[in-house]
T-cell receptor, first 113, second 114 residues
Framework: GDSVTQMEGPVTLSEEAFLTINCTYT??????LFWYVQYPGEGLQLLLK?????DKGSNKGFEATYRKETTSFHLEKGSVQVSDSAVYFC????????????FGQGTRLTINP | DTGVSQNPRHKITKRGQNVTFRCDPI?????LYWYRQTLGQGPEFLTY????????KSRLLSDRFSAERPKGSFSTLEIQRTEQGDSAMYLC????????????FGPGTRLTVL
């Protein structure tokens, strides 16, 4: 079945550092790909998405490019802030049937001032 | 605030008791999903509704779990004879309308079974 694998966490960076969180997927067909973020005490929020190969999703300085050849959707940000501290989830949606989201295990990010 | 609300936000119960959670979706969204998230893991699909019809259930949803969505509006998830392994965050999500790829999540109900 479909699956998503994220890099192991937790990740701790200093403010203004460059961020990469790796995400790879296994799926049949052409899934849509997402990054969700969960801030402390809050629900999941959609951060960005890409619906076809080579699409780049971007939001709040974060970017991710849908790479079909490497089945990847790595999340990047050039200069992180303390307020970016959260848990980040990569997910895919493969249409058909339930059209449910399949999530990775999440990566906890902590940014120190 | 995504527009999806869940109640209660927290529930502590003793093993063997029954619990019920409620999700109120964005009104124009016809699809409603339940997910379960255990500590340190990503959400896992439990079940979903298209309007009032429950169309798919995960193998994770044992016979002790039941979900309803009367009249295609709010939904309830009931767990009977709770077990300690049921302790988790239960998330509701909805989608519909023009953007069929995006699901909007509620804040979740955190269940602790003692």
């Amino acid at each position: 079945g479909d699956s998503v694998t994220q890099m192991e966490g937790p990740v701790t960076l200093s403010e203004e550092a460059f961020l990469t969180i790796n995400c790879t997927y296994t799926a049949t067909g052409y899934p849509s790909l997402f990054w969700y973020v969960q801030y402390p005490g809050e629900g999941l929020q959609l951060l960005l998405k890409a619906t076809k190969a080579d699409d780049k999703g971007s939001n709040k300085g974060f970017e991710a490019t849908y790479r079909k050849e490497t089945t990847s959707f790595h999340l990047e940000k050039g200069s992180v802030q303390v307020s970016d501290s959260a848990v980040y989830f990569c997910a895919l949606y493969n249409g058909g049937g339930a059209q449910k989201l399949v999530f990775g295990q999440g990566t906890r990010l902590t940014i120190n001032p | 605030d995504t527009g999806v609300s869940q109640n209660p936000r927290h529930k502590i119960t003793k093993r063997g008791q029954n619990v019920t959670f409620r999700c109120d979706p964005i009104s124009e969204h016809n699809r409603l999903y339940w997910y379960r998230q255990t500590l340190g893991q990503g959400p896992e699909f439990l079940t979903y509704f298209q309007n009032e019809a429950q169309l798919e259930k995960s193998r994770l949803l044992s016979d002790r779990f039941s979900a309803e969505r009367p009249k295609g509006s709010f939904s309830t998830l009931e767990i009977q004879r709770t077990e300690q392994g049921d302790s988790a965050m239960y998330l509701c999500a909805t989608h519909g309308g023009a953007n069929r790829n995006e699901q909007f999540f509620g804040p979740g109900t955190r269940l602790t079974v003692l």
